[in-house]
């Protein structure tokens, strides 16, 4: 399985756009990038998935480079309600697979 | 219905004790989750069923017992737990074969287990 290395924090402002890369350099052809979210006491939520180039959702925004050893996680405008553990998995998409092996992750928080 | 349930929400067990906990999803998903999160940490991927059947367990201890007795619902028996053992247990589930562009895991709320 890939290995996911990502920033253990970030501290941002209020409104502005926050980008959290993670580095991914062992990645397989036919691994997918996914991005969740983590509120204290609360289950995972998905955020977006991408296999290469830009995908973009109602949140946030995916950018992968052509060679596919990073991804940045990008949320526009952030708010406090958006300090939270952000989590980056690399790994198998196909025949219902889904990654499934957590990164450390990044401990978001959005300041007044 | 998008939701996983899991119950309880709190468990507080002595090392002798066996109890269980309960997951559930009506979302027609044929994949399902146990993870363990301790404080601070990533969630741990533990057991994996597919179609009711185990298909991946992590060397997990003997003393940790799933069960998916149907489609909709998954157990963790527990018995003779150590403290260490506490934590928050996660479940989740997903589809096996993604209707969209990605394949997303819903997770529950989460069971806080305390082992005293």
């Known amino acids: 399985l890939a290995k996911t290395t990502q920033p253990i924090s970030m501290d941002s402002y209020e409104g502005q756009e926050v980008n959290i890369t993670c580095s991914h350099n062992?990645?397989?052809?036919?691994?997918?990038i996914t991005w969740y979210q983590q509120f204290p006491s609360q289950g995972p939520r998905f955020i977006i998935q991408?296999?290469?180039t830009k995908v973009t959702n109602e949140v946030a925004s995916l950018f992968i480079p052509a060679d596919r050893k990073s991804s940045t996680l990008s949320l526009p405008r952030v708010s406090l309600s958006d300090t939270a553990v952000y989590y980056c998995?690399?790994?198998?998409?196909?025949?219902?697979?889904?990654?499934?092996?957590f990164g450390k992750g990044t401990r978001l928080s959005v300041i007044a | 219905d998008t939701e996983v349930t899991q119950t309880p929400k709190h468990l507080v067990m002595g090392m002798t004790n066996k109890k269980s906990l309960k997951c559930e999803q009506h979302?027609?998903?044929?994949?399902m989750y146990w993870y363990k999160q301790k404080a601070k940490k990533p969630p741990e991927l533990m057991f994996v069923?597919?179609?009711?059947?185990?298909?991946i367990n992590e060397s997990v201890p003997s003393r940790f017992s799933p069960e998916c007795p149907n489609s909709s619902l998954l157990n963790l028996h527990l018995h003779a737990l150590q403290p260490e053992d506490s934590a928050l247990y996660l479940c989740?589930?997903?589809?096996?074969?993604?209707?969209?562009?990605?394949?997303?895991?819903?997770f529950g709320p989460g069971t806080r287990l305390t082992v005293l």
């Open positions: 989740a589930s997903s589809q096996t074969i993604p209707e969209s562009s990605y394949n997303e895991q819903f």
């Open positions: 062992n990645i397989a052809t036919n691994d997918y």
């Open positions: 991408g296999y290469k």
């Open positions: 998995l690399v790994g198998p998409f196909q025949q219902g697979n889904t990654p499934l092996v």
């Open positions: 979302m027609g998903h044929r994949a």
């Open positions: 069923y597919s179609y009711e059947k185990l298909s």
